[in-house]
T-cell receptor, first 116, second 112 residues
Framework: DARVTQTPRHKVTEMGQEVTMRCQPI?????VFWYRQTMMQGLELLAY????????DSGMPKDRFSAEMPDATLATLKIQPSEPRDSAVYFC??????????????FGPGTRLTVL | GNSVTQMEGPVTLSEEAFLTINCTYT??????LFWYVQYPGEGLQLLLK?????DKGSNKGFEATYRKETTSFHLEKGSVQVSDSAVYFC???????????FGSGTKLNVKP
């Protein structure tokens, strides 16, 4: 049963520290998305990749967030320095074909980040 | 532009009640429409989808019909269970869209 995996599942850190979240998309999927979910803002798209190339990262605060795909099996989202307002659940999702298409997005279980 | 609007929650129902969660959309082009469900502590998972007008998506007793004339994709279930308690997201995408557009989510609470 192929699944998107995310690590860590929970992260508590102090303001100013660097945070790295990792995602392993489903093997063979060529699109990867990073979302952030909070009670106030709901589900926000931060960035997405097709064939490892970044297509759009306009949803990310550029000064502190960065997203990369060093290879087809790993996507990373980094926050440096972290701030309390970054506290949220971060989801990775992967899919096949075009970035949208009729194809389903498969979501990982999320990383719950708390910045003190 | 492209957007999805859902009814605000939470929606609270008794077990075996009829469920409707409204969803309307605005899109340039011909999108596919989706309902995703998020159970507590989990990621979103696809519940059902419809790829063209008049299509009906169905799964686990849930149904939604793609209505182009009213730009709607309302989610319905004839008899809800406690286990249906979750947050439901309406979304649109398609071959000419680069990404998914999600609604704000509607929380459903089902009481025994």
């Amino acid at each position: 049963d192929a699944r998107v995996t995310q690590t860590p599942r929970h992260k508590v850190t102090e303001m100013g520290q660097e945070v790295t979240m990792r995602c392993q998309p489903i093997l063979g999927h060529n699109t990867v998305f990073w979302y952030r979910q909070t009670m106030m803002q709901g589900l926000e798209l931060l960035a997405y990749f097709r064939n490892r190339a970044p297509l759009d990262d306009s949803g990310m605060p550029k000064d502190r967030f960065s997203a990369e795909m060093p290879d087809a099996t790993l996507a990373t989202l980094k926050i440096q320095p972290s701030e309390p307002r970054d506290s949220a659940v971060y989801f990775c999702a992967s899919g096949m074909g075009l970035a949208g298409g009729n194809n389903e997005q498969f979501f990982g279980p999320g990383t719950r980040l708390t910045v003190l | 532009g492209n957007s999805v609007t859902q009814m605000e929650g939470p929606v609270t129902l008794s077990e075996e009640a009829f469920l409707t969660i409204n969803c309307t959309y605005t899109a340039t082009g011909y999108p596919s429409l989706f309902w995703y469900v998020q159970y507590p502590g989990e990621g979103l998972q696809l519940l059902l989808k419809a790829t063209k007008a008049d299509d009906k998506g169905s799964n686990k007793g849930f149904e939604a019909t793609y209505r182009k004339e009213t730009t709607s994709f309302h989610l319905e279930k004839g008899s809800v269970q406690v286990s249906d308690s979750a947050v439901y997201f309406c979304a649109l995408s398609g071959y000419n869209f680069n990404k998914f557009y999600f609604g704000s989510g509607t929380k459903l609470n089902v009481k025994p």
